[in-house]
């Protein structure tokens, strides 16, 4: 059980990660690949500032803050500078795999140890192990987080920010620059995957250079799962809810594999399979359906009636 | 009043594609005015409308609203004095939000966006009685997606949002052209009700040359990025469709070559 339970807590931590990329991927529609070098900045900040002695909280709201500051420079090369949003997203992701490395002081790899962290503080409170802890921290984050979003994107500013991934030239001719709008969900989408990477990396005890390696296709592959659950679900907060619910599916189904003898590097593999059989079947069965109703006859003519036996009148 | 003094526009400057869809372009819009705007393809209609909303800077001249140069402000900032509806009935509103959210964003058309609610329930209210005045049913769907809504119904909501902030300027760019006649027609007459009620400022680009004669206190004729024909008045209602053909041989010394303006469907 105890894998298995550690999968619920990774993916309810992670799950934080995924409600930054649905803000960007399903209400943008643009797919942030800033993601990836965003969700090890928040581990390396966190782990940094808890061993230079700076309270966790603080430490893991530091995490917070760098990732808010890393969608900021996508934003600003995606908005100010015309950069495509993806290449912009893989610039700031290439640019800050130095710039971790620079904060772990040339370190690939950055230990706890015996560090307090907020995880640490409900172990010693609680008595609960370390992956009842995460799970339990993870869950009021979550909560916290998804209230925050709900109210959020139901203000002024908020709906403008979903109004410009529907329709950018109509909420500007309403009078909203969609460029600030644009730059402020890329930040706060990677403040989210910021606090994911500081709470994971806090999780597992350690920050790692590829901890965030393919945290986009996660993200996505969450998405995917979490809308074939939820997907007839209307309400924005179930919504949010369904991005978690997908990450909670996608690393119990990772547990699961693992637990069957897969080896873990092909995990990555089996995300992108996913991600692709997901966004692929849709258009898959738009070209069958096409092929299979097609008929040569008139299909609102007399012959029609006939072969039907006017069963459509 | 709105003023354009030599405005001068060129697209894909220095390429092969260089095209001047601009070229000295004059008009002083009284307040009150109620232009349409008719045309060739490629006569600068849409630019026109464009350069005033701001969609992209000019060349030169200058572009004054009520005394306020906005000639260098971009789209956004000039939205508060412009309300626009588009010829793409997809262009003018959000399919993915509902149609009371549609119409909030739009009630708040040039002013600062804050953290305050979106929907309020008084302005609901206010929604509900304006969606009314569409004749359309739709005060009873405030809360319904704005994709299923049909063509002419979305025209008519981005009318009203146009509108729900009273604009000193009413840019319309052929925004009956992509419907059918009958929801065309009726989406025209509401137009004439509203610019009238609210005593609009209004530009109207139409392809129909009967409209364009029998609506509003002033027609304009473009050609080649310039105004070759302006009239106001008595002397507009006396026009006749073939009054305008001639003209526009007469101004450009071409024929009009389109078919969709000759029949003046």
Known sequence: ?313 | MIELKHISKTFNKGTVNEKRALSNLNLTIADGDFITVIGGNGAGKSTMLNALAGVFPVDCGTITIDGVNVTMEPEHKRAKYIGRVFQDPMKGTCAGMQIEENLSLAKRRGKTRGLGWQLKAEERVLYREQLATLGLGLETRLSDKVGLLSGGQRQAVTLLMATLQKPKLLLLDEHTAALDPATAAKVLKLTCEIVEENKLTSLMVTHNMRDAIAIGNRLIMMDNGRIIYDVAGEEKKRLTVEDLLHKFEEASGTEFANDRMMLGN
């Open chain 1, 1 to 313: 059980m105890g894998s298995l339970q550690s999968g619920v807590a990774q993916g309810v931590l992670w799950g934080i990660m995924v409600l930054g990329v649905y803000i960007t991927y399903k209400l943008l529609d643009i797919p942030d690949l800033t993601a990836d070098g965003s969700f090890t900045l928040g581990g390396c900040v966190t782990t940094v500032a808890i061993l230079a002695g700076i309270d966790p909280i603080l430490a893991t709201l530091m995490g917070l803050g760098a990732g808010f500051l890393a969608g900021a420079v996508t934003g600003i090369l995606h908005t100010v500078f015309e950069i495509p949003a993806i290449l912009a997203g893989i610039l700031t992701q290439i640019g800050l795999w130095s710039v971790n490395l620079r904060i772990m002081g040339g370190k690939a790899n950055n230990p706890l140890l015996k560090a307090d962290s907020t995880i640490s503080f409900f172990t010693d409170a609680l008595g609960v192990t370390q992956s009842q802890a995460s799970l339990l921290l993870g869950v009021l984050l979550v909560i916290a987080v998804i209230l925050i979003l709900y109210w959020f994107f139901g203000t002024e500013i908020g709906s403008a920010l979903r109004a410009t991934g529907d329709n950018e030239d109509m909420i500007r001719a309403l009078g909203v620059n969609t460029g600030h709008t644009k730059l402020l969900a890329l930040a706060l989408s990677n403040a989210l995957i910021g606090l994911s990477g500081a709470m994971v990396a806090q999780m597992q005890k350690y920050a790692d250079i590829n901890m965030g390696r393919g945290a986009i296709v996660i993200g996505l592959a969450a998405i995917v799962i979490g809308e074939v659950l939820l997907g007839r679900a209307k309400n924005f907060g179930v919504k949010l809810f369904s991005a978690i619910l997908g990450s909670i599916v996608y690393f119990i189904i990772q547990a699961l594999v693992l637990r069957f003898g897969m080896d873990a590097n092909d995990m990555k593999l089996l995300s992108a399979i996913m991600v692709a059989v997901a966004l692929a079947i849709p258009v898959a069965m738009r070209r069958y359906n096409t092929k299979k109703s097609y008929v040569e006859y008139d299909l609102y003519g007399a012959e029609a009636e006939q072969k039907t036996g006017g069963a459509e009148k």
